[in-house]
């Protein structure tokens, strides 16, 4: 079946400006994550969905960010003012929820940000 | 909340040798424990994971131990091959369904 798809694969962005970062997560899946990773370094969370609960924001790094889950599948990660800093790659996760376990989670090519 | 620190940050190694990737974590009730490769320019992949009702798991030629009263568990690779070259991270749990990723391994395999 199809995996976890991100659109788009890159953005370059004048700093100042908004960007919308999307993800399609694997079918059925009720878990959402969303990560950054900077050149070189590790995975830093952002945001997290389950189900319909209220998403776990305790990574997001600045009121700047900003993450919807619509219908509980695709999910859209939303920087507003663009900084230098904010130049990374997000990667989108899903994972489904079976037995209340934690399962694998699968991930995205990610979205290469630039912002100038 | 849940800390995972791992070590080594870089690790060269000859084509047959083993390699081996610790990390360790702070919460006592964490119960699993998950290895992700990421290959140049890749996603991240589960390649092993371990929980906490067992001390050891093999798939072909890795394999990650787990020491619960110590809290520390590690990833190893035996018989390691160029292909093998990627950055390795580990994971513990951070709350319901939600991981804490340690901050990377970067193995070499030189033919």
């Known amino acids: 079946g199809a995996g976890v798809s991100q659109s788009p694969s890159n953005k370059v962005t004048e700093k100042g400006k908004d960007v919308e970062l999307r993800c399609d997560p694997i079918?059925?899946?009720?878990?959402l994550y969303w990560y950054r990773q900077s050149l070189g370094q590790g995975l830093e969370f952002l945001i997290y969905?389950?189900?319909?609960?209220?998403?776990?924001k305790s990574g997001l790094p600045s009121d700047r960010f900003s993450a919807e889950r619509t219908g509980g599948s695709v999910s859209t990660l939303t920087i507003q003012r663009t900084q230098q800093e904010d130049s990374a790659v997000y990667l989108c996760?899903?994972?489904?929820?079976?037995?209340?376990?934690?399962?694998?989670?699968?991930f995205g090519p990610g979205t290469r940000l630039t912002v100038l | 909340g849940e800390n995972v620190e791992q070590h080594p940050s870089t690790l060269s190694v000859q084509e047959g040798d083993s390699a081996v990737i610790k990390c360790t974590y702070s919460?006592?009730?964490?119960?699993?424990f998950p290895w992700y490769k990421q290959e140049l320019g890749k996603r991240p992949q589960l390649i092993i994971d371990?929980?906490?009702?067992?001390g050891e798991k093999k798939d072909q030629r890795i394999a990650v131990t787990l020491n619960k009263t110590a809290k520390h568990f590690s990833l190893h690779i035996t018989e390691t091959q160029p292909e093998d070259s990627a950055v390795y991270f580990c994971?513990?749990?951070?709350?319901?369904?939600?991981?804490?990723f340690g901050t990377g391994t970067r193995l070499l395999v030189s033919p």
């Open positions: 969905f389950q189900g319909n609960s209220a998403p776990d």
């Open positions: 079918s059925g899946h009720t878990a």
């Open positions: 919460d006592s009730a964490s119960n699993y």
């Open positions: 994971a513990a749990p951070g709350g319901f369904q939600k991981l804490v």
């Open positions: 996760a899903s994972s489904s929820n079976l037995r209340g376990l934690h399962n694998e989670q699968f």
């Open positions: 371990i929980r906490s009702n067992v």
